[in-house]
């Protein structure tokens, strides 16, 4: 049995993290979510810093609606952030997630802002 959802969580989180790891060359965008909200960080994993980061409680973000379009002005947010530190490409982590939902709302806000996945 695979316990609670916080386990379960945490053993696909660690499956996906054996598979990825972010460089200088391709950082690794990981998302975090809350209840109250979503954050995302992109992540040098060789120097072990993080490069930028957005979240959706942060005071520089100013976006309402549902959680879901909310996820998504992040996911601009951070891509914009991103490019303006001359980040252009990057490993997308889901963190353990499901891609669904405000997951999927974050990386596709990130790929319309010019991400690339």
Do not use: C, W
């Not at 989180?13 to 960080?41: H, M």
């Amino acid at each position: 049995m695979a316990g609670t959802k916080v386990s379960r969580r945490d053993r696909i989180k660690r499956g996906i993290r054996k598979r990825l790891s972010g460089s200088s060359e391709r950082p690794r965008l990981s998302v975090y979510r809350s209840n109250k909200g979503i954050y995302a960080q992109v992540i040098d994993d060789q120097a072990g810093v993080t490069l930028v980061s957005a979240s959706s409680l942060a005071k520089d973000f100013s976006a309402s609606g549902t959680k879901v379009e909310q996820s998504k002005a992040v996911g601009k947010l951070l891509a914009e952030k991103a490019l303006a530190a001359g980040i252009s490409k990057v490993v997308f982590d889901r963190n353990g997630y499901l891609y669904h939902g405000r997951v999927k709302s974050l990386a596709e806000g990130a790929r319309e802002a010019g991400l690339d996945f």
